[in-house]
């Protein structure tokens, strides 16, 4: 069975820093997308990045990246210089191989502090 | 990235009536959407695939006759709440499938209350 986890409920970061959100996933399949996205209070679901399984680099958009290291089978998000309008829930995603299904982790709440 | 609408973004109902709720792909076709329900400080949790021209497969758990779908064009596809009671409040959200690609655009979410 695919499964994603996120263990970190919820971290703060100080305005301007780095910060690392862990997932990590279990599937038995050789083919899989791994996606995160971003949900602020208002509730919409903004997709930020995306990690192909057969991906040799790491995604990287503007000032997120994925840090991708499959022995493992961890997906990391890490934002870079943080902003306060980054504090919002974050989701680690997997795409199952059937019709498209993403597999959602339980979030991880962000605050990002002044 | 593509943008999906979803209306309408927040609607109260009395209990034992139907609501529903309009999922737009706006700038590319879907041929796949699908639903889901989150509660508070919860994750997403997946009740439909609607894909278009054909009937929907429901989630183990979902009453298909509760939450009846409709995807009758590729552009859009509804999500009818019937006989809601009290215990349907959630917020609903869809998310449209690009068509030869992996990622999922959602929509902004539905909040639906049930008095």
């Known amino acids: 069975a695919q499964k994603i986890t996120q263990t970190q409920p919820g971290m703060f970061v100080q305005e301007k820093e780095a910060v690392t959100l862990d997932c990590t996933y279990d599937t038995s399949d050789p083919s899989y997308g791994l996606f995160w996205y971003k949900q602020p209070s208002s509730g919409e679901m903004i997709f930020l990045i995306y990690?192909?399984?057969?991906?040799?680099q790491n995604a990287t958009e503007g000032r997120y990246s994925l840090n991708f290291q499959k022995a493992r089978k961890s997906a990391n998000l890490v934002i870079s210089a943080s902003q306060l309008g980054d504090s919002a829930m974050y989701f680690c995603?997997?795409?199952?191989?059937?019709?498209?299904?993403?597999?959602f982790g339980q979030g991880t709440e962000l605050s990002v502090k002044p | 990235g593509a943008v999906v609408s979803q209306h309408p973004s927040r609607v109260i109902c009395k209990s034992g009536t139907s609501v529903k709720i309009e999922c737009r792909s706006l700038d590319f076709q879907a041929t796949t959407m699908f639903w889901y329900r989150q509660f508070p400080k919860k994750s997403l949790m997946l009740m439909a695939t609607s894909n278009e021209g054909s009937k929907a497969t429901y989630e183990q758990g979902v009453e298909k006759d509760k939450f009846l779908i409709n995807h009758a064009s590729l552009t859009l596809s509804t999500l009818t709440v019937t006989s809601a009671h009290p215990e349907d409040s959630s917020f609903y959200i869809c998310?449209?499938?690009?068509?030869?690609?992996?990622?999922?655009?959602f929509g902004p979410g539905t909040r639906l209350l049930v008095l």
């Open positions: 990690q192909g399984s057969y991906d040799q």
């Open positions: 995603a997997m795409i199952r191989n059937q019709g498209g299904k993403l597999i």
């Open positions: 998310s449209a499938l690009w068509t030869g690609g992996e990622t999922q655009y």
